[in-house]
């Protein structure tokens, strides 16, 4: 069991269980008891501020240290919905957040099927230290994400009354599961409290046990015998630990049954959680000599969010400066991840003035000049800053500050609220460029680090100054449906006489506004006219609802460009690049792009040439098309990039010699390494998107997918050097059979190719000449596996657990395979398949290892995995794997931890043969975004995959790049330039927008 199904084990256990103490009865005036009883109570009637009134004082003044005006802004947006969901007033943010735990737990004791559950709380102790500290250990055994294990909670005495440690409770179910629960409390107490308690003086615990009424006995055995197959081993578990003799009976009866059930492995790894102690011990490691520095790793290990526990720290040890070094700065880290920035501020500008030797110092002084640029809008200071880290040499690699120009964008406009359909969605600069337009859809906007807040809907202009006005207050929606709000107008476009607003997808419609926000037209496409519209209401030319088929037939635009003459359209529901006479409306021409020049269904945003040709980009494919007047494709620009991006690895296949080919699926790119890892060839076809690989004897290189000149039921043959010899079809005649892409591809060495489309495997000769066909039975979601094997020259198939021999329509099935058992194991499927040189079938499931067999050994029988087998574990990624002809394994590991991308080859016995990284300076495949016309006449094409725009002559020469990385983490939505070559991007991270300025770009050429 994972961490967080402990956290979340813990956090429900710390609500749940407190009802089980309730059959006990009081055993005091004044005990745990009475606080569980409010608690309870709390949980019932989802009374938050009953909860947080039992909170222990470390609990709430926690609390209080953590809300601050940021929460509490963000508490009263939410206060209305929390109201009516509550159906009461919230009088305090602060009963309400404490609460959290009555309002999300609470609704479970009503759940369909878990009522009669929430009867089965049980205490299996109650153990008292000094009358100052108590421990209840209880069981709630509900089935919620698993079913929930024993859970021991704190209480603690304050003031004569019995109080429930929150934190504590949650903190050492989780953080002290390695048994050292003795230190954990201990050193809780002492630094909050001020108690010298020892937890491990027997002489002064009070200990109560308890057993298992007839009656609730009863209850958990009923509840067994329906509880789910999947939960039903748990539930037994939780039973067997409370000592009941029942659950003994029942666990011994199903053992001798024969019956799967829970084995004593599993049990011994339960019964961790009634001991506390729920992973092996560790190796004891010795403390720091300083009592101070203890502290410190305990409150950072446990409590590193606790603002409380820090300050804590500063007050136990006044005297240790160091350590208060340390404390002050993880303070102002927390501050900032609650995101009160101004108190964030604050903190580190106090650490930096009294521990300027501190060992945290660069690190604070890079935060708080992230803070300023990023969060406070005071560029200015993050500027002086960084240029304080650059002449120490200790700036950080991911400033937006780059020493050599030091070029640092403007930040013009950010949104403060993140949110789908919240914030910025378009802009544009006007001509002069001294202002931008902004197109919103809702939310708070921050321009020149003041806050700003437009109503919802509205276009909004900036001038340089960051004084901001409505410029279109009205609301912006074509009408003609509901008001939806995919279908208000998401883009827009600055011109000499006004600006367009206009649809993205949805019915293509447009609305011409004067520069001060006056509608002076409104557009419609109806295919060989754009229709003037009535500007006010909702009558004219088109129907209040559309009927599925209207819809399906109204244009969807992708990319809109108005010109002075003419309006440019690309329609992407009928692949069409529309152009318009702009004075009547009516269509001049309409070119519906060849093969080998779709534009795919992105957006596809357009730049005019001073020839009168229209570029157009296509993310899609990844190629920006150049148009003539006539509208037909006159030129194309492609990526220079000659690296191998290994991240888009799609499939493997192998070679004879141990060669291994990859198909880079956005590349567009065929690679292949030697078996010592060596790149010794690579060949791109920008016609195909390869979704599939394989080789034959000869050497041929089968690829299929899906592209602008093929199919995805198109299998393409290329010699061993990568020239395009002949393609075929794999178009299925039956009518059953949804021709939708080949899902997989291998030859065998007698010259025969396999595909499977859909629901059947299909066999072709090199020719494209179908030989027969197999009906996959219950096909589902079973993912079909292929294995050429080279000794026998036949092609056997892995479905699910099942391999199949293929035989046409006489495909047989030889044999089951069966995964061991392995308790809460992550993986239960095969995650490579393939045969060896010897004949003989492979592959390997990630949690167990290489499996391998004779299927000539075997007929209709069951292959048990896993047995004498090499464990490779999880190290290897199921992102892609292949087998060679050797019986290695190939692993492509995009993730690596953040160390970039390699492919890793192991051989049989499980070690690690080969690791190939990828080339330095790698870029991903090329996603062109948005294009604009420099008043140089130079192309900008923004590239959102490796964040970087690209320069280019009108004719297509490559001119450098500018490299984004250093300046945003976020998407490209937008660019922009004005007049003085000033660059404009609207850039997306997290939810948030940003549009950043920047002056003095400096292009340089990069080719990997």
Known sequence: MGNERLKTAAALCCAFSLLSLLPVGRLCANTPQEAAAALVEALKSADPGLWYRQLSKADVDSLHEMIGEHMKNEFEKERAYRERELGKKIEDIYEFKGGQLALSLGPYSRDKGQEKLFDLFFIKDIRVWGGQYAEVTLFLPVAIRGVLPPVRLSFIKEAGEW???????TAYFVHGRNGDFDYFVNMYLNLFYGLKLDRTDSSKIKRKSFRLSKELSDKYFTAWK?????????????????????????????????????????????????????????????????ESEQYFQYVKGAFFRDILAYKKLLLKFPGDEKMCAKAKYQIAENYEYAREYALAEMVYLGFLKKYPAAEDEPKAQANLAKLYWDKLGKQDEAVRIWKELDAKGKLPADAPYKAAGRLVPKTLVQNLEAGYMRGIVDFDIEQDGKWTDVLYTSGSVKVGGKEYVPAENKLVRYLESGQGSEIYSKEIDYGGQDSQSHLSYRKMQATRNGIWLYTAMCNGHALFLSPEGRPLARLRDEGDVLADLPLEGREGPYPWKYTNEEHLRSPYWQGVHFADKYVYVYAANSVALKKYDAKTKSLISKTVPAPGASLG??????????????????????????????GKVVGTIKDVRTGVQFGNIRDMAFDKEGNMYAALETDHQIAVFSKDGKLVNSFIDETVTPTSVAVDGAGDIYV?????????????????????????????????????????????????????????VERYTTKGERVDYWVIPNSGQDAVMFAADPKRKKLFMLKGLEVYEYGGPGTKKIADLRLPEKPYSPVKMVAAFGADKRGNLQGHVSNIGVFSFDPDKISGGTVPLGIGGAKYGSQISLERTGLDRDGNIWSCNSRNYGKGPVIEKYGPDGKQVLKIPQAEGTRNSWKPVDIVKSCKDELLVADSANRRIAKYTMSGKYLGDFDLTPYMSGWIQRLRVDSKERLYILSSQMGKQFILRFDGVVFKETRN
């Open 704 to 760: 299929s997918g899906y592209g602008m000149s093929m199919g995805g039921t198109t299998v393409k043959i290329y010699d061993r050097n990568g020239k395009a010899k002949t393609s075929f079809s794999t178009l299925h005649p039956k009518a059953t059979v949804a021709n939708v892409g080949i899902r997989d591809l291998a030859v065998t060495d007698d010259g025969f190719v396999y595909v499977r489309v859909d629901t059947v």
């Open 226 to 290: 329906n509880m789910k197959s999947y939960s039903a081993k748990d539930f037994l578990a939780m039973w067997l630990l409370t000592g009941d003799k029942k659950a003994i009976r029942v666990w011994e009866e199903e053992k001798t049954s024969g019956k799967k059930t829970l084995t004593d492995k599993e049990l011994e790894m339960y019964k961790g959680f009634l001991s506390g102690k729920t992973q092996p011990s560790r190796q004891p490691v010795p403390p720091p000599a300083l």
């Open 601 to 630: 269904n992105y957006s596809a945003n357009m730049a005019p040439s001073a020839k009168g040709t229209m570029f157009v980009v296509s993310p899609e494919a990844g190629v920006v098309l150049e148009y003539n007047d006539e």
């Open 163 to 169: 109080k429930f440690c929150q934190s504590l409770s």
